[in-house]
């Protein structure tokens, strides 16, 4: 059975610096494409950053990119989303997921509407 459980988010103020994690249980994430998602109230889920498997490479949506790194931890079997400059744009539940998001993901890929399994989600709020 297949467990994804999303931890790490919190109230950061703007100029800030998060880590939400995805620790997956029925799986091994090394060899599965496990994309990043998140939510704001009124808005559809969007993508944020999808990473291949083994070495497959990684993307990430343009409002995050530079800010936001992807990465896995296979002793832990942890996918991690480490975001830094954030800003209140940035609030939103996050959500990890498994798919066929490529490898490498794309933008045409790494898209919530092909995810197999989710995470419950963590909420992250950026304010002052």
């Known amino acids: 059975q297949v467990q994804l459980v999303e931890s790490g988010g919190g109230l950061v103020q703007p100029g800030g610096s998060l880590r939400v994690s995805c620790a997956a249980s029925?799986?091994?994430?090394?060899?599965?494409?496990i994309g990043w998602f998140r939510q704001s109230p009124g808005k559809e889920r969007e993508a944020v950053s999808c990473?291949?498997?083994?070495?497959?490479?990684?993307y990430y949506a343009d409002s995050v990119k530079g800010r936001f790194t992807v990465s896995r931890d296979n002793a832990k079997n942890t996918v991690h989303l480490h975001m830094n400059s954030l800003n209140p744009e940035d609030t939103a539940v996050y959500y990890c997921a498994t798919g066929p998001f490529g490898s490498p993901p794309t933008a045409y890929n790494c898209y919530a509407g092909v995810a197999d399994y989710w995470g419950q989600g963590t909420q992250v709020a950026v304010s002052s």
């Open positions: 029925g799986l091994i994430v090394e060899r599965y494409n």
């Open positions: 990473i291949g498997h083994g070495d497959g490479g990684t």
